[in-house]
């Protein structure tokens, strides 16, 4: 049986917190054009799924796969698991096929990082359902619950409770780069939670997700000084 990995881009419209984020220009380019263009040059043909007419013609233009959203999975609103079972209605995708998703606003992934991923997912796919990125943390975090501020480390069984970051167990911080999903298991669990998930570690700065006007600040910055060093090598 062969199993296809999926690359899967989606750019929805609009966004809450910043508005046209994944449309907003993103050093001197749109934001969703940094990873498309990235998977591109790596040989991948990604599927970009959106309900922007101008994001799908550019994509079309560029040589990818489009994914014309339904109208009931457009929107801000609109949960991803959704709009992937809508794709894979749509491409008719094999049920023991996998979906890699890569989001856009996690700009600083680099093209290492990308065939690390890939091939994490292509060597484990018949362990696992679910396949996601993750930020290791020796922080110390707090929840609040009936009133009071209580620490993680306190109430979840085996994770001690050590002052020092040195003699602490690590939690592990889903950061959004990276998603891979079986394609029967996505489309019947609606859900990314399962007991059969492989955590992939990564790190920062690639692990900035941009949720905010600060975030897409800051990556642009970063992706900007990035790209400087890279062409003052090149000269």
């Known amino acids: 049986m062969v199993v296809v990995i999926h690359v899967v881009v989606p750019v929805k419209s609009n966004s809450e917190r910043v508005p046209q984020k994944n449309t907003r220009i993103f050093a001197s380019k749109s934001l969703w054009l940094v990873t498309v263009e990235k998977l591109l040059n790596l040989g991948l043909v990604p599927i970009v799924s959106s309900e922007a007419e101008e994001v799908l013609l550019h994509a079309e233009f560029l040589g990818c796969k489009t994914h014309i959203r339904s109208p009931w999975v457009s929107g801000p609103e609109v949960e991803i698991v959704e709009v992937l079972s809508d794709l894979v209605d749509n491409f008719r995708l094999p049920p023991e096929d996998f979906i890699a998703l890569f989001q856009v606003t996690s700009p600083l992934r680099g093209s290492c990082s990308i065939k690390k991923f890939l091939k994490e997912t292509e060597k484990n796919l ?3 359902d679910v396949f996601f990125s993750a930020t290791k943390d020796f922080g110390d975090y707090w929840y609040k619950r009936d009133m009071r501020f209580e620490r ?3 109430v979840i069984s085996g994770l001690g409770s050590a002052r020092d970051s040195k003699h602490r167990e690590p939690l592990y911080r889903e950061n959004g780069l990276y998603y891979a999903f079986n394609v029967e298991f996505i489309t019947k669990r609606k859900s990314f939670s399962s007991s059969r998930v ?3 570690e990564s790190l920062f700065p690639e692990d900035l997700d ?9 990556a642009e910055t970063l992706y900007m000084s ?5 062409q003052g090598w090149r000269t």
Do not use: M, P, Q, T
């Not at 990035?226 to 890279?230: D, G, Q, R, V, Y």
């Open 126 to 128: 018949l362990f696992f």
């Open 152 to 154: 993680v480390r306190n």
């Open 198 to 200: 492989s955590l992939i």
């Open 210 to 218: 941009v949720n905010n006007i600060l975030d897409f600040e800051v």
């Open 226 to 230: 990035e790209l400087a060093k890279k």
